[in-house]
C-alpha cells in the first residue's frame, strides 16, 4: 500500500488530468469517483448545476480504495456553479471520518475556486496541510506544471515530516 491515496471526481478529464499528474508525482494510488447515474447531455448538466446549487450529494459507486488505509488523502474536484461537485460531495460525507492528513485542490473554468476549497475542508471536518487552484485553461494547455510541481512538493515535505 502507498502512503498517499489521491481521490478525484471529473467530469470531462480535466480534474482527472490533474490527479493523474499528482498521484504519478507523489507515488500514490489514485481512485476516481463513479457515478451510478452518468451526467450526459443538457439533462445532466442541469443536474449538476442543480445538485451544486442546492448542495445536494449524488449516488456515487462504492470506492475500491479504503481512505482508513492511507496516512494522506488528497481530495479533488471541479467547480460546478461556484461550488463543488456532487459526487465529490458524496465521497466526502461517506468518508470523512476515515481522512486523517489532507490535501485538496480543485479546476474551474472561472472562480470560486478558495470558496470550494473551503467547503471541502468544513464538509470533511479537517484542515488541509495544502490547497491548490487551477484554471481549465492552464491544463489544457499544459501550463499548470509549475504550480503542481509545487504543490506536489509541498506534499512530499508534509508526507515525509518536514
Known sequence: MKPCLVVCYSHTGVTARVAAALANRLGADLETIEEVRPRQGASGYLRSVWEALRQRPAHIVPPRHDPARYP????????????????????????????KRLA?????????????????????????????????????????QPQL??????LALVEHGT
Open 72 to 99: 494522506f488523502i488528497v481530495l479533488g474536484t471541479p467547480v460546478w456553479a461556484g461550488h463543488m461537485s456532487a459526487p465529490m460531495r458524496s465521497y466526502i460525507m461517506q468518508q470523512r471520518d476515515h481522512f
Open 149 to 154: 510541481t509545487s504543490f506536489a512538493s509541498e
Open 104 to 144: 485538496l485542490f480543485c479546476t474551474m473554468g472561472g472562480s470560486g475556486g478558495r470558496q470550494v476549497l473551503s467547503a471541502m475542508a468544513e464538509l470533511s471536518r479537517r484542515a488541509p496541510v495544502a490547497t491548490l487552484c487551477l484554471r481549465q485553461q492552464e491544463v489544457l494547455a499544459d501550463r499548470y
